[in-house]
């Protein structure tokens, strides 16, 4: 089992720091390869590069009232995120179609029902 992730890409766990601006302050982020990659996937999507996804997710971050006082971790989530998301359907796999036309409200809402056959 754990071959599958020993003999993986050394470059996929190697860190990166990307400077950026937002609101004019230069701020910089440092997460692995693996993570930049899915960011800049997601980021490609919707028309925009790593920077502007970057500065659009701390921004609507902001607005819906979250603390982001590890913003790095909330980055590394949202990649994570995004995967899961494949792999449940409600993000097509197909990159051609924007993640902003999806229907986040349905989304979020399939999720928040109770599961069948779910441990209380």
Known sequence: ???????????????ATHSLRIDGMVTSV???HYFWHILEEIATR????????ITRLYHESIDAGHDLGNFTSFLRVCALRYQALQL???IPTQHGVPIATLDAEGILARESRP??????
């Open 30 to 32: 440092r997460m692995e």
């Open 115 to 120: 599961k069948r056959n779910q441990m209380h």
């Open 46 to 53: 919707d028309g925009m590069n790593t920077a502007q996804l």
């Open 1 to 15: 089992m754990c071959k599958l992730f020993i003999h993986a890409n050394p470059e996929l766990w190697s860190s």
């Open 88 to 90: 449940t359907g409600d």
